[in-house]
């Protein structure tokens, strides 16, 4: 069965350090995968998606991705944070099967970011 | 344009009592989501609809559960005999689905307590 792994419950970083937030998947074929945010009293909002090609991804406010194939992961990171990047951040992966199109998430990681 | 709405966006009920959440898709997209976000945890998948019907229920958890979109655009999330295990936030996304795996729009949920 699929699962998606974020080993880190809570991460606590100065603001302007860098952030590498972690995601391990289980599937047996190349998934889709995605990082979104959630802020306190929001919805989830989409940071990047990765379906195919590239497997440095860019998304909205300078974070990026990378997916690794060969350690089923897909580990996000921002080179340096802002105090607005406080946040929930979940990982999720969705299966390319016809009428399985939902999104399995991982638990998530809460992210302190300290002035 | 408008995002997802749901509506309300808090409910407090009693053991035993009848609720609906109300999801409002973005206009023109296909599919919808409802998931259930309990304290602590990511997103579990409940249901999606490919247009009026109901293409996966798998994630419903019972037969208390139930959820409608009769016209392909609004979408009520239907609990019966509510449960103190109800208690969560449940989320409902959208997206341009033309039966692939694509980019899901979240709206900001709705807070069950059932006391």
């Known amino acids: 069965a699929q699962s998606v792994t974020q080993p880190d419950i809570h991460i606590t970083v100065s603001e302007g350090a860098s952030l590498e937030l972690r995601c391990n998947y289980s599937?047996?074929?190349?998934?889709?995968l995605f990082w979104y945010v959630q802020s306190p009293g929001q919805g989830l909002q989409l940071l990047l998606k990765?379906?195919?090609?590239?497997?440095l991804v860019q998304g909205i406010k300078g974070f990026e991705a990378e997916f690794k194939r060969s350690q089923s992961s897909f580990n996000l990171r921002k080179p340096s944070l802002h105090w607005s990047d406080a946040a929930e951040y979940f990982c999720a992966v969705g299966l390319d099967q016809t009428g399985a199109n939902n999104l399995f998430f991982g638990t998530g990681t809460r992210l302190t970011v300290i002035p | 344009g408008a995002g997802v709405s749901q509506t309300p966006s808090n409910k407090v009920t009693e053991k035993g009592k009848y609720v609906e959440l109300r999801c409002d898709p973005i206009s023109g997209h296909t599919a919808l989501y409802w998931y259930r976000q309990s304290l602590g945890q990511g997103p579990e998948f409940l249901i999606y609809f490919q247009g009026t019907g109901a293409a996966d229920d798998s994630g419903l958890p019972n037969d208390r559960f139930f959820a409608v979109r009769p016209e392909g655009s609004v979408s009520t999330l239907k609990i019966q005999r509510t449960e103190r295990g109800d208690s969560a936030v449940y989320l409902c996304?959208?997206?341009?689905?033309?039966?692939?795996?694509?980019?899901?729009?979240f709206g900001p949920g709705t807070r069950l307590t059932v006391l």
């Open positions: 599937y047996g074929a190349t998934p889709y």
């Open positions: 990765y379906f195919s090609g590239d497997t």
């Open positions: 996304a959208s997206s341009p689905n033309r039966g692939r795996v694509n980019e899901q729009f």
